[in-house]
């Protein structure tokens, strides 16, 4: 049985990861703008790491989920 704990903890990591990817596609839009020949990764490195690691962490709690913890 699914925990409500669980269920609360899994939306905040899913609204955590949505903040970083919406930050993550302004910062390429942002860097589309200013080098609209030069795409340069280093520009959202930051925005990047943040949506990885978001993106890791609400895996973990998916998987609580399916175990039912």
């Given at each position: 049985m699914i925990q409500d704990?669980?269920?609360d903890q899994t939306l905040i990591e899913l609204a955590r990861t949505m903040k970083a990817l919406k930050a993550?596609?302004?910062?390429?839009?942002?860097?589309?703008?200013?080098?609209?020949y030069l795409w340069n990764a280093y520009?959202?490195?930051?925005?990047?790491?943040?949506?990885?690691?978001?993106s890791m962490d609400l895996t973990r709690?998916?998987?609580?989920?399916?175990?039912g913890r």
């Amino acid at each position: 049985m699914i925990q409500d704990r669980t269920i609360d903890q899994t939306l905040i990591e899913l609204a955590r990861t949505m903040k970083a990817l919406k930050a993550l596609r302004e910062a390429r839009k942002e860097s589309a703008s200013v080098h609209p020949y030069l795409w340069n990764a280093y520009d959202q490195q930051t925005e990047h790491a943040a949506a990885t690691r978001a993106s890791m962490d609400l895996t973990r709690k998916l998987a609580d989920l399916r175990q039912g913890r």
